[in-house]
């Protein structure tokens, strides 16, 4: 079964890069038809959609973070990474990654355990 | 589009059961699902539009309603059980998330 691992530094210094990779096992990131999403919650707040891409490269972001999100994918590694660019504490969160598509068309299943990352100097 | 949750916070006893609400702004149909997510554990599907139960769930969990007025029930509730359990749409884009209830298990 198809297995998601979020990997990256847990701490970020403010204005800096923030920096993540989803690994994905049992799997192909290249199966047809799947979205590969981040999504990430701070403290007290709910869940909220960052970004998704598909195996051809194809991304949409959260029109909030545009201006700063950058998702890629590479295929022949099996994993998608994330990029937000000049974070600040607000960027504090729980980070997943998630998967669209499978079993459960349309649904975001599986999911990764979720890396704590935080903004601070 | 909005989903609101409520209550925020349920406390019950083992063997006890639980509903939950999840209220849209906007009509979804019947395009909502359920997760429930554990620290330090990946949030896991639970039901999805609105009433198929996901591959290894209990079923004792159940999701009903349609429209904008939805409920995930939980009968017989085991310690497992304590989480925070979160609604989600993908009938408007982008999709978006309820702000989760806390089923507590005294």
């Known amino acids: 079964q198809v297995q998601l691992q979020e990997s990256g530094p847990g701490l970020v210094r403010p204005s800096q890069t923030l920096s993540l990779t989803c690994t994905v096992s049992g799997g192909s990131i290249s199966s047809g038809g799947d979205y590969w999403y981040w999504i990430r919650q701070s403290a007290g707040k709910r869940l909220e959609w960052i970004g998704r891409?598909?195996?051809?490269?194809?991304?949409n972001y959260i029109a909030s973070l545009k201006s700063r999100v950058t998702i890629s994918i590479d295929t022949s590694k099996n994993h998608f990474s994330l990029r937000l660019e000049s974070v600040t504490a607000a960027d504090t969160a729980v980070y997943y990654c998630a998967r669209e598509g499978g079993p459960y068309e349309g649904w975001f299943d599986p999911w990764g355990q979720g890396i704590l990352v935080t903004v601070s100097s | 589009l909005v989903l609101t949750q409520s209550p925020a916070t349920v406390s019950l006893s083992p063997g006890e059961g639980a509903t939950l609400s999840c209220r849209a702004s906007q009509n979804v149909g019947y395009y909502l699902a359920w997760y429930q997510l554990k620290p330090g554990q990946a949030p896991r599907l639970l039901i999805y539009d609105e009433s198929n139960r996901a591959s290894g769930v209990p079923a004792r969990f159940s999701g009903s309603g349609s429209g904008t007025d939805f409920t995930l029930t939980i009968r017989n509730l085991e310690p497992e059980d304590s989480a925070v359990y979160y609604c989600q749409q993908r009938s408007h884009w982008p999709p978006s998330f309820g702000g989760g209830t806390k089923v507590e298990i005294k």
């Open positions: 891409i598909d195996s051809s490269g194809n991304t």
